[in-house]
Nanobody, 117 residues
Framework: QVQLVESGGGLVQAGGSLRLSCVAS????????MGWYRQAPGKQRELVAT???????KYIDSVKGRFTISRDNAKNTVYLEMNSLEPEDTAVYYC???????????WGQGTQVTVSS
């Protein structure tokens, strides 16, 4: 079993920055890839970015050039650096890990990111 704990959310003005962290514990040998989803009010949860243990990275188009995902394998931690934040980035951000054919096997509890205009 794997536990994921996010931190780093908060309230920021448009154009500002936040850094999210997700620490994995438990049977961490299985946590590949890792990534971040987000869910805005009234919208479906969407995959924002993923990263493998070999640093293969993918982003959704709306965050390319603004968000950076990275991981520290020694610390079992994945980060999401978010710059030039927009009100449309407001959402609950969830850490996820170890995808199966039906989606991530493990989820964090979520952290709220609110961007004011």
């Amino acid at each position: 079993q794997v536990q994921l704990v996010e931190s780093g959310g908060g309230l920021v003005q448009a154009g500002g920055s936040l850094r999210l962290s997700c620490v994995a514990s438990g049977s961490t040998f299985s946590i590949n890839p890792m990534g971040w989803y987000r869910q805005a009010p009234g919208k479906q949860r969407e995959l924002v970015a993923t990263i493998t243990s070999g640093d293969r990275i993918k982003y959704i188009d709306s965050v390319k050039g603004r968000f950076t995902i990275s991981r520290d394998n020694a610390k079992n931690t994945v980060y999401l650096e978010m710059n030039s934040l927009e009100p449309e980035d407001t959402a609950v951000y969830y850490c996820a890990a170890a995808w199966t054919v039906s989606g991530p096997r493990y989820w964090g509890q979520g952290t709220q990111v609110t961007v004011s205009s």
